[in-house]
């Protein structure tokens, strides 16, 4: 007999796998076939006891539980140190799925009620997916940013009951300051999201010699959509990235996160700018068509040994291009990403020459409006890149953001404001910014 598994384990064995199938298959609703076998390979079973904590507030993890059977409690501590219970899951329900994207402490402790058995999936196995079946991880993602759109949703829904019940209870002043609560609580959830965001948001650049860079964003909420990045994709290749998801709501934040990291994965399959986009474009329509969710964006690679920039434009506002003096916006056409099918775009090339400048922006920039109801608009800016071009990318790049933050004053900001600044300087000291 030696190792051989008798024929009872062995179909023990089979009703666990086909259990594990099933379940996935309820989770990531549309996986099927291959790629559902060939998340069930990767993901691991983990049985608990009842009242065991799997999970704890305050701790950092790195993995996702979806629950095969059994029950769970989440639960949160206020500030007067009580503990609250906030639901009960059970079978076919999953939770941590943050730890996926962000490394962040739990916001929540979770206690098994009984026996309960987990499919744990961890941050390491979703990296490893995402490189050898992204079909795989745009699913995971799809129902990471499903399930907190819908988080999204009863937040708003749990706000504006509680506001209705402060309007009929405004004279009980244990109702007014239970809503204050409820409302400071809200605010804190949209600070989180915001430094969430903040910490995509690369905060130095690659040193790369004969290059400069400098770049500032300002959220009009909370949080925002534009999301920019410049780094190495490749040996002497560097990657340029300017865009903007539609939508300013916390799942907008999620979907900038998701659509970043798409870019920075087929960003080392490719040095095409086109093709790049066409890979992103055909991973969001998964995520996004059934969402309204959509991207513009402008991608170049720069090879950093002969100064040739290949860069394509999806439905994003055209870059600015200063030589000696002279500011023109940079062609080429495309529409933007992740709505609808049919997608293509033109791939173009620039010569970069020395003292060449290329000022990316986002079209809250332009768009922004002063309290005469005036555009800041591309004239204007044109007119300061010329002015300060000789400066360097930092200069450049104060320059615009301070004079679009001074031109509004008083007026509301509508959009996000984001710059970033590209200076070629051949034979000077690189790494600005």
Request: a negative charge; charged letters at 25%; glycine letters at 6%.
């Amino acid at each position: 007999m030696g190792g051989d598994i008798p024929r009872n384990g062995m179909h023990q064995l089979e009703l666990a796998v086909t259990d594990t199938t099933r379940v996935l298959q309820q989770v990531f609703s549309g996986l099927e076939g291959p790629d559902l076998l060939a998340l069930s390979d990767v993901v691991v079973s983990r049985r608990v006891p009842a009242e065991t904590v799997i999970c704890r507030e305050g701790e950092i993890e790195h993995e996702f539980y979806i629950i095969r059977f059994g029950h769970v409690t989440i639960s949160k501590r206020l500030n007067d140190g009580d503990e609250r219970i906030l639901a009960t899951m059970g079978a076919g329900e999953f939770f941590g799925e943050m730890a996926l994207i962000e490394h962040k402490p739990r916001t929540a402790t979770v206690i098994a009620r009984d026996d309960t058995e987990l499919l744990v999936i961890t941050e390491e196995t979703v990296e490893k997916v995402v490189a050898r079946n992204p079909v795989v991880a745009v699913t995971i993602l799809r129902q990471v940013s499903h399930s907190l759109c819908q988080a999204d949703r009863l937040m708003i829904v749990d706000l504006q009951e509680k506001n209705e019940q402060l309007r009929c209870a405004y004279q009980k002043p244990q109702a007014a300051q239970a809503e204050l609560i409820e409302k400071q609580r809200l605010e804190r959830e949209l600070e989180i999201a915001a430094e969430v965001q903040r910490s995509i948001l690369p905060t130095r650049f690659p040193i790369v010699p004969d290059f400069s860079f400098a770049a500032r964003t300002r959220p009009a909420r909370h949080v925002g959509g534009d999301f920019y990045d410049i780094r190495l994709v490749s040996e002497n290749k560097l990657g340029v990235l300017m865009a903007d998801v539609s939508g300013k709501s916390v799942h907008a934040a999620i979907f900038m996160a998701v659509t970043r990291s798409l870019f920075l994965t087929e960003a080392r399959h490719s040095d095409s700018p086109a093709e790049v986009m066409e890979c992103v474009h055909d991973l969001l329509m998964a995520i996004s068509s059934s969402q309204g969710m959509f991207v513009t964006a402008f991608y170049g690679v720069i090879d950093t040994v002969t100064g040739l920039m290949c860069y394509a434009r999806a439905g994003h506002d055209r870059p600015l291009f200063c030589r000696q003096g002279q500011v023109q916006a940079l062609p080429g056409d495309g529409r933007f990403l992740g709505m609808f099918d049919g997608f293509s775009v033109d791939e173009q090339e620039l010569q970069l020459l020395p003292a060449d400048l290329i000022v990316l922006f986002s079209d809250g920039v332009t768009d922004a409006v002063n309290a005469s109801n005036k555009k800041f608009g591309v004239q204007r800016t044109s007119r300061l890149v010329a002015k300060h071009a000789q400066s360097g990318s930092q200069v450049v790049c104060d320059a615009v953001f301070d004079d679009v933050v001074r031109f509004q004053g008083t007026a509301s900001q509508f959009d996000d404001i984001t710059v970033q600044v590209i200076a070629y300087e051949p034979h000077k000291t690189a790494g600005e910014g």
